[in-house]
């Protein structure tokens, strides 16, 4: 019986297959991720539903997250954007299941997915599924990592890709050739809000956010990556940046942090 086969370390869903889909993870077996020490593991969906459950939680008004608990993989938190043009899910997770399909039909439901980079694909062809084949926005430079391709999957190949009236998605590249960030022109109360997964990343000192080509390995960008990503927002306003975790999140003058921090960065790569 063939499987759509889970990694349990980057949560992405391959196409269905009789066994196992590949012996290690493509996601996972770069420099940009990683494989565990105790080798390649697999779930399925169904398996996940068992014993974990999604938690939704307000962030400000008309924007919702999500995650998974006990926290599964990286642990990330997609959000819902509502507008009156529709409601947007930006970024993804695992675990989908009936009761997360409830909760977020009660606020409008999904009608378009939008995705920041690979390794928050997860069962984005699930979530489409189940809100009505809502089409998944994805940039075309990564599609090599799409592991479950799908004719929902909407490839757009230009700097800027306007997705509704108040939203935008931006290719700023960086961690992956098609990392894209989205800027939401009514969020922060009209001052604007950019979600950038882990393409900005906040850090500890929320007024500050980073760059890195790789996370887990402490790989950081060039001073080229960098400057590419700043342009590439430049043009936005927005106060707040939510990168994709709950506690990722400068609250305020958020675009002046991304410059300083930019500087920041680059002063320290080239001393």
């Not at 990694?7 to 993870?25: D, K, L, N, R």
């Not at 493509?26 to 169904?46: A, F, M, N």
């Not at 997860?122 to 809502?134: I, K, L, R």
């Not at 108040?166 to 590249?173: E, H, K, N, P, Q």
């Amino acid at each position: 019986m063939k499987q759509n086969y889970i990694c349990t370390t980057c949560g992405v869903q391959y196409a269905a297959s009789e066994g196992y889909p590949v012996e290690i993870c493509k996601i996972c077996d770069e420099d940009r991720q990683y494989v565990k020490p105790s080798g390649q593991q697999w779930t399925t969906l169904d398996a996940l539903q068992k014993d974990h459950h999604n938690q939704l939680r307000t962030v400000e008004p008309n924007l919702t997250g999500l995650s998974t608990v006990p926290s599964f993989t990286i642990g990330q938190r997609p959000l819902l954007i509502q507008t009156p043009e529709g409601n947007v899910l930006w970024d993804c997770i695992t675990l989908i299941d009936d009761d997360t399909v409830a909760a977020l039909n009660t606020l409008g439901g999904v009608d378009a997915i939008a995705i920041s980079h690979p390794h928050f694909y997860d069962t984005m062809v699930e979530w489409s599924e189940a809100f009505h084949d809502a089409p998944i926005y994805l940039h075309r430079d990564n599609a090599p990592w799409v592991m479950r391709p799908d004719q929902r999957i909407v490839y757009w190949d230009t700097e800027i890709f306007p997705l509704l009236p108040d939203i935008t998605l931006i290719r700023c590249g960086g961690h992956f050739p098609g990392s894209s960030v989205l800027h939401w022109s009514a969020g922060a109360d009209g001052k604007g809000v950019l979600m950038t997964g882990d393409t900005i990343m906040v850090v500890t000192d929320t007024r500050w956010v980073t760059f890195m080509y790789s996370y887990p390995n402490s790989i950081p960008l060039n001073r080229t990556a960098v400057e590419r990503i700043v342009a590439a927002v430049e043009p936005f306003e927005f106060d707040r940046l939510y990168s994709g975790w709950w506690e990722k999140v400068t609250q305020t003058d958020a675009k002046n942090a991304v410059k300083r921090s930019a500087e920041r960065y680059i002063k320290a790569i080239s001393d």
